[in-house]
T-cell receptor, first 113, second 114 residues
Framework: KAGVTQTPRYLIKTRGQQVTLSCSPI?????VSWYQQTPGQGLQFLFE???????NKGNFPGRFSGRQFSNSRSEMNVSTLELGDSALYLC????????????FGPGTRLTVL | GENVEQHPSTLSVQEGDSAVIKCTYS??????FPWYKQELGKGPQLIID?????GEKKDQRIAVTLNKTAKHFSLHITETQPEDSAVYFC?????????????FGQGTILTVHP
């Protein structure tokens, strides 16, 4: 079974731009979560989607948003990019929200110049 | 909300030795505790997990123990090998409405010297 896939793997943007990252969960998994990983803050939860609905959200500004499609694929968007948004963005999928076991993709490395 | 503390931040061992990483959590409602291994350039890989109704779980050279009273859990790796070198993260999930939210520890850089 294929794992979680994320595209693109690398992105370079400039301040003020916006970016969209994509995540395809493991086949059959219906829950998708997003995390930001930085050297200073570690791994931080962004949001979680199930059945096309955001079920939980972390402490990030409104510039960070996401959505989930009917086939469980998910996208996250960051608008008005700041230098501090440079990070590895990780997507994780699980069968259902309450099954808890999450499997991570390889991440998208975003660099903001 | 939940807070997870992880120690040590770096751990260096000789091949064949054991390695122990410890985590404490703050929310007594937390009920699921996974451990992830992250290698350079890759996403975190689940290596073992434990639920709050179990005190210990083993998978070959890896074991996890949970002490709910003290609110801490530990990862034990025996007979370490150079390929065990990576960053290890503990995490916790609270019950209730914490859908899909893993709260991670700060990570431990494990180096196994041949």
């Amino acid at each position: 079974k294929a794992g979680v896939t994320q595209t693109p793997r690398y992105l370079i943007k400039t301040r003020g731009q916006q970016v969209t990252l994509s995540c395809s969960p493991i086949s059959g998994h219906r829950s998708v979560s997003w995390y930001q990983q930085t050297p200073g803050q570690g791994l931080q939860f962004l949001f979680e989607y199930f059945s096309e609905t955001q079920r939980n959200k972390g402490n990030f500004p409104g510039r960070f948003s996401g959505r989930q499609f009917s086939n469980s694929r998910s996208e996250m968007n960051v608008s008005t990019l700041e230098l501090g948004d440079s990070a590895l963005y990780l997507c994780a999928s699980s069968l259902e929200p309450r099954t808890d076991t999450q499997y991570f993709g390889p991440g998208t490395r975003l660099t903001v110049l | 909300g939940e807070n997870v503390e992880q120690h040590p931040s770096t751990l260096s061992v000789q091949e064949g030795d054991s390695a122990v990483i410890k985590c404490t959590y703050s929310d007594s409602a937390s009920n699921y505790f996974p451990w992830y291994k992250q290698e350079l350039g890759k996403g975190p890989q689940l290596i073992i997990d434990i639920r709050s109704n179990v005190g210990e779980k083993k998978d070959q050279r890896i074991a996890v123990t949970l002490n709910k009273t003290a609110k801490h859990f530990s990862l034990h790796i025996t007979e370490t090998q150079p390929e065990d070198s990576a960053v290890y993260f503990c995490a916790a999930v609270s019950g209730g409405t914490s859908y899909g939210k893993l709260t991670f520890g700060q990570g431990t850089i494990l180096t196994v010297h041949p």
